[in-house]
């Protein structure tokens, strides 16, 4: 059931490396060995345990990369969070509809969240950036997405790091 009223659903302008949740989400790519933007972000904050973890994950149970829309779970190393939450968000592509992948990525990072027993979540605007989604479809998105899963936790967060992607997320929680 999706859940109109918003509860546990919040929004922060700021910093996804900076959340003292029990999980953020990185915006990974299927190799799990880093990147730029949040990607990079985390990994250079949260040190090299993070990266440790990732490639024991590459040759025990990802050998050929995680695919889209799937998650995983490691260690947060330094960062003040508990876990991270690698998910592998679609590129946007104007040929072909990939929202279900995007979809997934949400959905499975919460079901990897329930699973480690996460209370609180942090998402940041998955796709949006490199991956180049428009940032109003992306905000419907998650913001559907996240509603119907929002229940089992104490808090699910948006960290929006400028000013307009934390406007078009707002708007799309106020309905607006
Ligand atoms: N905290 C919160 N949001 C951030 C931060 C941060 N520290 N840094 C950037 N953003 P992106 P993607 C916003 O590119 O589109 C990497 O190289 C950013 O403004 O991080 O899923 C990976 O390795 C944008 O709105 O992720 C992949 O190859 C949003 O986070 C690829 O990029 C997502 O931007 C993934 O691309």
Redesign the pocket.
Known sequence: MPNPTNAGVTIVR????EQDVDAVVN???SSLL????????IHRKGGGDILAECRELRSSSHPDGLPTGQAVATTAGRLPARRVIHTV?PVWAKSEDRSELLASCYRESLRVARESGARTVAF??????????P?DDGARIAVATVREEADDFDEVRF????ER?YEIFAAELSGR
């Open positions: 700021g910093d996804i490396t915006a990974a790519n880093g990147g730029g933007g949040v990607d990079g972000a968000g940041p605007a998955i796709s949006t950036g490199v991956y180049g989604w940032l960290v929006l790091f400028d992607s």
